[in-house]
């Protein structure tokens, strides 16, 4: 049994009332005393002050006892004469407050831990004879009220406020912050099902599989630990502002979250991520991980949930519709206790998964949910285009979108990607030089899922990397289905052999058949039932084996497919099944069917993927289709249009015409004028760029919106296009110019566009000591945020340090002082944003020409007594 999960349950409401009878009221004259006061002349049980009597005094030692053993269902362990057994005992050690030598601000200085600690010690013959429960217990209400107790000294009109005023506001956030984590602690009964389970999520989700990472000598999964790659995620702060924040604190100060990124961009891997880390505050507390602590993690994948036309889940039925296989052993009304109390953590990944037709259900779905159980924390992912712009603004969801990876992020992952193949710093540079000497691949670097299929695709050919993404696709299959099984050596005499293509003919009607009936998954059953109707005209295959044996091969053999529980299948990543998908309509060459599914959002890759595979003469029949169906149905023309303008980037070969033709189409819904026209828009590609105006006769929004989408394309083809734009005084569009940075060339896109920007209101975001640098060559700038871990000393290295007089620090920097920050003569104005609950300025002290501070609202603020008078001190 933990102690956190008995005594500790006590709430304030309870304990305060109880611990002030232990005192003495204030009396007359009590304002002037100005030194601190000993603790046993403030008890109220003994001395020519008392007004408690003895049976008064074990009456609230006796309620204090109760109100644990209620609070936490204990009643059924402990009977009735240890109850009564622990309650002497408390009795017997709040005693010694009489006779401990100390007063009041030594007490506050101590700490309540401390202080529990010390009384046990002056009787420890209290607990003598206790069961180990009932000594758990005792403690536990000791160290509660010991925090309340010290909170009463604070909070008396004689204690010296000037000496400990921060001392009492940090235990006044200590007693909410106990009441947080009482609220988020388990009942002894759910106790050890929740290590169990929370064991079994981490266990599952802890570990990424990589992909290219299984030829020799390699393993196919990393530790999420390591493997882990925090992205920035992008939003709209506070009046209408972009704002940028690291993905996975997408959840410190909100409550729920819609979080939107294009296929394979990372929002699995964050979902993973939420759980696991989850679990591990669950063990140990770490402060940066304190808005996750105490909650339970519900991973909600919508394909697994819908399988088979399967009814979305009620709440007892989480565990046992993602196949989790303790979900039998769940204590009767778990769930409703989790969810009750607020501490589910609902990671709900995919709507984009669902036909487009149930989303409407599944939006009633969380809604239902929510009313049920409001106070829970919610993540919600899709890709972009599934949802429209504030799909569940009504249940007050903030919307973000996964950014992509910036250029430092390429680097750390492709660095990442070979350390854990053990291919060596080397060949990693050797990749990185290569891919930006490709703007094409440089581009396609920016996704997650892309930068590994480059990254395997490198080491497996030996350098020799694809130019387009359909070639990046055709060399990935061959490495899965056939290279691989030759590097390891898996081949026998005896082993069944199935060539290259006639696999990928095979898969290819697996992922045509989803795509057809908008799935995601399909049953083992119907899998082996579709090869057997395509071995009939395949014989040489079918020599080879009977259906199910073939299909067995390929769940094994091809790196394509995974089971991910009995009887179910689908494709390692989507984009897969969208490739293959797409190759199998346009050779039975069913592209009226294609157009007339185009403007669902599962069709867009297959669309794109479809002009791929499709022959040259065969294109124009694709690309005129989308322009035709999006001029007689007005409702989905703005899609189509754009959608055959994306084509344009997968069209290698194509009637010049028809090019021109789709590009005037497109023209006409330019300029954008909301971030998701902006979004759709950059999903086009390079080819967008030609398209996008300057800003002469733009609105605001409209202007802002091309800077969007232009910044979103993210070559370097795109900084003449911004470059445009850098003369506005929106501080909108400078703000979106000044986050673009990192996605760029860094000294191309300083000298062309970071340079120019007019500074009034604009705090110019800095990722890297490169950017710091760069800056520093261009004279300097006097309002700076920091929005990436940069060692202090770079800082002040990199920084000119005459000219900053605005400093906004928007992460958690690895430091224990803020005296670096004295390097800067004229900072005035300093704001930090913190994660971290607790936060010691005393140190900016030194800072002598500091005139306003800024913290986080959430962070308990040490030291500001330490501050000159003159400093003005926000929280917010």
Known sequence: MEPVGVGARLASSIVVPLVKKLFVSDGPGADLVDRPVRISSLVSFQGEKRTLSDREFQKIAQELVRQAIQSTGMSERLPAYEQNAVANAVQHSLSSLGRIHMDDVQAVQLGHLELSRQLRANNPAATVGLSSDAVLLHASVLDTACLHILHFFSTRSSFIPRTLLEQSRRLAEISSRIDLLIMRTPSPADGDFEKRYLQYVADKHGKLSIFGLDLPSSTNSWPLDVAYLSLEATGTATGGMPSVLPADQALAG????????????????LVQWLAVSTTRAARRL?????????????????????????????????????????????????????????????????????????????????????????????????????????????????????????????????????????????????????????????????????????????????????????????????????????ERGIYKSDTMRISETHQVQLIQKLAYWLIRNGRSEMSAEDAVNLLSQALTAMPRVAEVGEARKIYRHLLVRSGLLIEPSDNVMHFIHRTFQDYLGAKAAVEDLDFDFIVSNAHLDQWEDVVRMSVAHARPRERPRLLNGLLERGDSVQKIRHRLHLLAAACLDDAIELDPTVREEVQHRASKLIPPRTTGQARALAEVGPVALELLPGPEGLNQDEAFATVLAAARIGTDAAIPVLSRYRASRDLRLRTELAMSWSRFDTDHYAEEVIGHLYEDGLYFIVSSVQELQSLHRLGGRSSLKIASAIDPEEIVASCGRNGLVNLWIAIDLQCSSWEWLSAFPCLADLRLDTNLPHLDVSSLKAVKSLRNLQISAATTVAGTEMLPDYVVIQQK
């Open 254 to 269: 909100r409550d729920r979250v819609l979080l939107r990124g294009v296929a394979g961009s990372g929002k699995t891997t």
């Open 286 to 486: 770490d402060e940066r991980l304190l808005y996750l602590h105490g909650l339970v993690p519900f991973v909600l994948p919508l394909r697994s949930l819908t399988r088979g036309g399967s009814p979305l889940p009620l709440p007892d039925q989480f565990l046992s519709s993602v196949g989790c296989p303790i979900a039998h052993a769940q204590p009767i009304g778990w769930y409703d206790r989790v969810l009750t109390s607020g501490r589910g953590l609902m990671l709900v990944d995919g709507i984009d998964e669902m036909p487009e037709g149930e989303r409407e259900d599944a939006r009633i779905w969380l809604r239902d949910l929510i009313s049920a159980y409001p106070q829970n924390q919610w993540v919600v992912t899709s890709r972009p285009s599934a949802i429209e712009e504030n799909w569940l603004s009504d249940e007050k969801f903030s919307e973000l979108d996964l950014a992509p990876m910036s250029r430092d992020d390429v680097a750390s992952f492709i660095k990442r990607w070979h350390e854990a193949a053990g291919s060596g710093d080397a060949v990693a540079k050797e990749l990185l030089y290569a891919v930006r000497a490709k703007p094409e691949l440089d581009r396609l670097t920016t996704n997650p899922l892309m930068c590994a299929l480059i990254c395997a695709l490198n080491r497996a050919r030996r350098g020799y990397l694809p130019d387009s993404r359909k070639e990046l696709y055709d060399a990935a299959l061959s490495m899965l289905l056939s290279r691989r099984d030759r």
